[in-house]
């Protein structure tokens, strides 16, 4: 019998890093998907990473989104990437806010989305990479041992400077950060 080994995982942040960030999307009329985002994500499903998306979406806490308009959002994101060939293979969503409720473990800089998407699809993340627009996408992979990205789409120029400061590399835009990950792993996510 063989022992099936844990596969790295790309975690991706959704506003800002796969799709333009309109504030509070709601509509599935309103996504649009960044230029080469679908194209990134078939690169990286092609290469044997799970593709893991996490995101904070303090909306549904607020009631400036209803968690039913949320999952609209997300089979139109799931279909407009299945169109071009690529898929998420899981997606994990912190609802919270610390002005309501307090704070939670889930919502990113928080690390429970990430151990919960490795124990359910038996992720090593040790050798996982995170790609976002802001450092609170960045320092949960880090801290649970991956590596992590920085783009420069969404709000990432904003971060630019800090996250140089902490460490991390930035790229343009998600195409260019797979580009580097593949590189850095030769191309698959083998061991």
């Known amino acids: 019998m063989t022992t099936r080994r844990p596969r790295p995982a790309v975690f991706l942040d959704r506003d800002g890093t796969i799709v333009r960030d309109p504030g509070f999307l709601?509509?599935?009329?309103?996504?649009?998907?960044?230029?080469?985002?679908?194209?990134?994500?078939?690169?990286?499903?092609?290469?044997?990473?799970?593709?893991v998306v996490v995101t904070?979406?303090?909306?549904?806490?607020?009631?400036?989104?209803?968690?039913?308009e949320y999952e609209a959002v997300e089979r139109w994101i799931a279909r407009l990437l299945r169109d071009e060939g690529a898929?998420?293979?899981?997606?994990?969503?912190?609802?919270?806010?610390?002005?309501?409720?307090?704070?939670?473990?889930?919502?990113?800089?928080?690390?429970?989305?990430?151990?919960?998407?490795?124990?359910?699809?038996?992720?090593?993340?040790?050798?996982?990479?995170?790609?976002?627009?802001?450092?609170?996408?960045?320092?949960?992979?880090?801290d649970l041992g991956g590596n992590a990205i920085l783009v420069r789409t969404g709000t990432g120029r904003e971060h630019e400077a800090a996250a140089a400061d902490a460490g991390y590399a930035a790229d343009d835009d998600l195409g260019a950060a797979v580009t580097r990950i593949l590189a850095l792993n030769d191309g698959s996510a083998a061991p």
């Open 26 to 51: 709601r509509d599935p009329a309103d996504v649009q998907l960044l230029p080469g985002a679908a194209s990134a994500v078939a690169r990286l499903n092609a290469a044997g990473f799970a593709v």
């Open 56 to 68: 904070n979406q303090s909306g549904i806490a607020r009631g400036l989104i209803q968690q039913d």
């Open 87 to 142: 898929r998420i293979d899981a997606s994990y969503h912190c609802p919270h806010h610390p002005s309501v409720g307090g704070p939670c473990g889930c919502r990113k800089p928080g690390t429970l989305l990430y151990r919960q998407a490795a124990e359910a699809l038996d992720l090593d993340l040790a050798a996982s990479w995170g790609v976002g627009d802001r450092l609170s996408d960045l320092t949960p992979v880090r």
